[in-house]
């Protein structure tokens, strides 16, 4: 059982749905799991209490959230350090063209290299188009957006196209590797030990 804080940025709400699934997975797998917006983390919050961190945003006009990015920045040693993982949010996976899953794939690189961080595990999942959620403008230009791409443009309906299951198998791999580090961690502990009374 490992204690485990899930920290992550959203603008219209389905990267905190995605962050939700994984806590669930992790819970029902006995972790015990905090979860915060980065937005309205405490900055005081005490990070040595957790086994590991998972972070999670999505992006916006080419890049994460400014909270995500000011909270990564500011953690990046204790993240470094500890079991972590991260997962982007984004509708360009979804499309045909290479060059634009390319350029997703970069943002996702670009924001782990800019932090020197090298995550355990790394997911990108396909967001949600909540026409709702958006003013006018938004609206205007998301629904362009969509038919240039071959998506959905009736406005009058929101989409959501997060595989959940994608989301569950990220949940369980990364659990998986935590319960993994742990009995390594006590083997070498017991061989050492082992060695000391030898
Ligand atoms: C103004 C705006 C800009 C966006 N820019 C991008 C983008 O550059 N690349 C992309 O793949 N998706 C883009 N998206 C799609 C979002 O990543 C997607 O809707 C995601 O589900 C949003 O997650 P959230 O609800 O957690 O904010 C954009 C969405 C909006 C509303």
Known sequence: MAQILIVFGTTQGQTRKIAEVIAEEMRSMQHVVDFFESSLISP???LEKYDAIVVGASVHA???QKSIKNWVKKNAFALRNKKAAFFS???GILENDEKVRSKERKYVQDFLLENNWKPQKTAMFAGALPYSKYNWLVKY???RISKKAGGDTDTSHDYEYTNWNEVGNFALE???LLINSTLLDHQ???GEDHLLKT
């Open 44 to 46: 005081n919050i005490n």
């Open 62 to 64: 080419g890049g994460y």
């Open 174 to 176: 990364f659990s998986q």
């Open 188 to 190: 070498s502990r017991v």
């Open 141 to 143: 230009w998301m629904k």
């Open 89 to 91: 949010v984004c509708l």
